[in-house]
């Protein structure tokens, strides 16, 4: 702890020159720079209760937070921090001005000391991996509950030096509770300190926002297969894989980016008419191979009407898309190679045999036919997609019982 305390102090110059760039770079300006160093803070809208603070590193950490926030907001006084510029669109985007937000200053006590006084929260729940010693300290000294929420921590925490490991022990002896996503990150907890007596393992928050899936016109008269979410080269790619099975079945394909649709269609452009495209008001016909839907928002009842799924961004390095969708719709998905945007997504759908995870494009034609005839696989793959992310609709009900709120 000692060592930590030093370096901070002798780092603070560079700390300081690194957060002036963010702040130069950065769309908030000088509201980042005055809020990381503790200089000026913002005043809250609303000074009705001690607010609940949540500290969330960024928009990954706020999306997670989601559930409990929106549970929350009717009786409380939401404050989120963040260490990114890039949380604080989205927090408005989400909420409004019904959660205060404020960058989190760095872990210098003196800027701590400054925050916790100015708000007096009554709480402090920090998103799944941040363990900052000096925050944890001050917050400890002035009475406000710590909790560790959707935490979870990796093998690389302990390959860090012994100094910065005893530094995390230290701040972990004033955790209240700790409620992990797996046992396996509890265990990990453990390791690094935490007691049986703080560990609660309850799984992932953010799946506790369950998708809508309220029943969907039917978009299409005829059978067809969903390419979404694509981007450069996977319709290509997907395209010739589906017409060399020569099925009966319509592909339809969703862009990502529908301002690509011009240059999707020039190398579609084979396909002559067998290609229609929505934006020209085309509507698939009986000998259409393959509907290009460049519209914005008309997943839903495509997701709910198609025989399978195969989810774009997974067979280029895009990091995948949202595969929990078409998994509330019941549907057999198949992912390509990269889904490290949604890893915890891919994971549970694994567990649960929910979901096919491909490698390379040249599997996919081969996964098409097999699943398109063998309607008890397709099925079943659908069906365990679902359950999965059934099993984790009693979590928000959980987390709110361990933490004694409402």
Known sequence: MLI?????????????????????????????????TGLKLPNLH??????????????????????????????????????????????????????EHCYLPFDWPYALRRFVRKYNPKKLWIMETEIWPNLFRVANKADI??????????????????????????????????????????ENFKKLGATDNQLTVLGNIKYAAQPETKPQVRPINREFILAASTHQDEELQITQAWLELKRPELLVIVPRHPKRSTNIQKQLGFLGDLLQT???????S??????LDDRIGKLMPLYAHAKL???GGSFVPKGGHNILEPAAFKKAIISGPDSRDFADEMQLLKAQNGIIQLEKYSELQNTIQELLENSKKTETLGKNALNALQKQRNTLKDYLSVLQIS
């Not at 901070?8 to 300006?29: H, Q």
């Not at 549970?71 to 959660?99: D, F, Q």
């Not at 390959?159 to 995390?168: D, E, G, H, V």
Request: charged share 20%; proline share 4%; glycine share 4%.
């Open 4 to 36: 930590y305390q030093i370096l901070i102090r002798l780092l603070s110059p560079l700390i300081w020159l690194v957060i002036i760039i963010e702040a130069i770079k950065g769309k908030d300006g000088w509201h980042f720079f005055f809020q990381k």
């Open 46 to 99: 609303t000074t009705q209760s001690r607010p609940i603070w949540i500290h969330c590193a960024s928009v990954g950490e706020v999306k997670a937070a989601e559930p409990l926030v929106r549970a929350l907001l009717a009786n409380h006084t939401i404050l989120i921090t963040t260490n990114t510029a890039t949380s604080k669109p989205l927090i408005h985007e989400l909420y409004g001005s019904e959660v």
């Open 145 to 186: 509950e710590i909790c560790i929420l959707n935490g979870r921590l990796t093998a690389k925490t302990f390959k860090t030096p012994s100094w910065l490991q005893a530094a995390y022990r230290n701040s972990l002896r004033r955790v209240d509770k700790i409620i992990a996503r797996s046992n396996t990150d509890a």
């Open 278 to 284: 929505a934006t020209k008001g085309q509507i698939p």
């Open 286 to 291: 009986g000998d259409t191979l393959v509907f």
């Open 309 to 311: 799924v195969i989810m």
